[in-house]
């Protein structure tokens, strides 16, 4: 089973910037999807951002200008960069992955994964 590996997040202070970084413990023969989301406390889970195959990307409006997220194609890891960080950003932040690679067995396989989330936490 692959796993979603996340790293950075933490404490920022506000208008500061922030930078994530999802990789998959494994080889992946192809990434369809991958994309961040957020939950902050007592709210749903929300879309961040998203890059597709063909580098199709989409941003949730209170993000947009402020956000960029991209993808090392060699590396099958997402990066998350966010700037003018506010107080509202404050969330636990996961990483999701739509993808095909090619079991232990060699049987090719899809699956979608989420990772474990990584705290992100905007001072004023």
């Known amino acids: 089973q692959v796993q979603l590996v996340e790293s950075g997040g933490g404490l920022v202070q506000s208008g500061g910037t922030l930078s994530l970084s999802c990789a998959p413990s494994?080889?992946?023969?192809?990434?369809?999807?991958m994309a961040w989301y957020r939950q902050a406390p007592g709210k749903q889970r929300e879309l961040v951002a998203s890059i597709a195959a063909g580098d199709t990307i989409n941003y949730t409006d209170s993000v947009k200008g402020r956000s960029t997220i991209s993808r090392d194609g060699a590396k099958n890891t997402a990066y998350l960069q966010m700037s003018s960080l506010r107080p509202e950003d404050t969330a636990v932040y996961y990483c999701?992955?739509?993808?095909?690679?090619?079991?232990?067995?060699?049987?090719?396989?899809?699956?979608?994964?989420w990772g474990q989330g990584i705290q992100v936490t905007v001072s004023s």
């Open positions: 494994r080889n992946i023969d192809t990434i369809y999807n």
């Open positions: 999701y992955a739509h993808f095909a690679y090619t079991a232990s067995n060699g049987i090719r396989r899809t699956e979608s994964t």
